[in-house]
């Protein structure tokens, strides 16, 4: 068995907990949830024969108060970077982040979630800076943590990009 070390990095309150509890466990809670520091689950899966065990830690969420430990990012294979739709700013948080990430682990797979794709009419995201950020290879997924919109997939599809590399 594969095991895979996956960070969930974004600004506060953007639902990477959410994702990770509607991906681990099928449930999602309307109670909003706070991470303090680093919550650790894992998951089992069977991709073509091959079987992975990711190891998904979510951290705290970063805003001016909070700041992404260096250290929980060490030794990580992939990573979800999750905006809000809702909130366009969010999508900074995530480039800051992106930034922590190279410079701690050097470039590593990745995906990008969108979350909220529930209320996309509510989005205030530049949809002209996500086409350009998919024109520069941004792999990008609108998920929902609350409808379950592309979770799996968006999971199962950092999986198959980290099993690439490691292969």
Request: aromatic share 8%.
């Amino acid at each position: 068995m594969t095991k895979l070390k996956v960070c969930m990095l974004g600004a506060f309150a953007v639902g990477k907990t959410s994702l990770v509890q509607r991906y681990v466990h099928s449930i999602f809670d309307e109670k909003y949830q706070t991470t303090l520091g680093v919550k650790i689950d894992q998951k089992s899966l069977l991709l073509d024969d091959h079987p992975v065990e990711l190891i998904l830690w979510d951290l705290a969420g970063e805003d001016e108060f909070v700041k992404v430990r260096s250290t929980y990012l060490r030794g990580s294979a992939g990573a979800v970077l999750v905006a809000d739709g809702t909130r366009g700013e969010t999508l900074n948080t995530v480039f800051e982040l992106k930034d922590k990430l190279d410079a701690e682990v050097g470039e590593i797979p990745m995906v990008l979630l969108i979350n909220k794709s529930d209320i996309s009419d509510r989005w205030n995201i530049d949809v002209y800076q996500l086409k350009l950020l998919r024109d520069a290879g941004w792999h990008i997924i609108e998920t929902s943590a609350l409808s379950n919109d592309k979770v799996e997939h968006a999971f199962e599809t950092l999986a198959r990009r980290m099993l690439t590399v490691t292969a």
